[in-house]
């Protein structure tokens, strides 16, 4: 084989490995399917346990958070593991604090907002998906 073509070979498979695990910036979910929450913000998740939230929130999450937080939700040690994260209102509302707002510290972006691109159904479909794969401790 070509050096050139051995060079490509590993450009590709670098760069499908590389995007193999979500999108960088946040993506919009489409939440068809679920009931509409309305503009305010709940401070609990009103789709536990439901399925649809289930489904649509595993798919978000493969898309908006396992680049850094792990595939099927289970961190490889970069971004904090969230099957640990608390099941009650406590761990909803951290949940929606860190999800609609991100995370900076010293000026460096930890995990971008998600609020303005994510609507609210989409983030709770997210927190329901986690809830179903949370680790009781």
Not at 78 to 103: C, H, K, N, S
Request: hydrophobic share 40%; glycine share 12%.
């Amino acid at each position: 084989m070509k050096k050139s073509h051995t060079l490509g070979a590993i450009a590709v498979l670098s760069a499908t490995l590389l995007l193999s695990h979500g999108n960088v910036t946040p993506q919009p979910v489409d939440t068809k399917g679920l009931a509409p929450i309305g503009k305010a913000w709940l401070d609990a998740n009103p789709y536990v346990g439901n399925a649809k939230a289930i489904e649509i929130g595993n798919h978000a999450y493969a898309e908006n958070c396992a680049r850094c937080h792990g595939l099927d939700a289970v961190s490889g040690g970069v971004a904090p593991d969230l099957r640990y994260l608390d099941g009650g209102t406590e761990g909803d509302q951290w949940f929606m604090e860190r999800i609609r707002g991100g995370a900076v510290r010293n000026g460096n972006v930890y995990m971008p907002k998600f609020e303005g691109i994510m609507n609210q159904e989409g983030m709770w479909a997210i927190r329901s998906y986690l809830h179903s794969v949370r680790v009781q401790y």
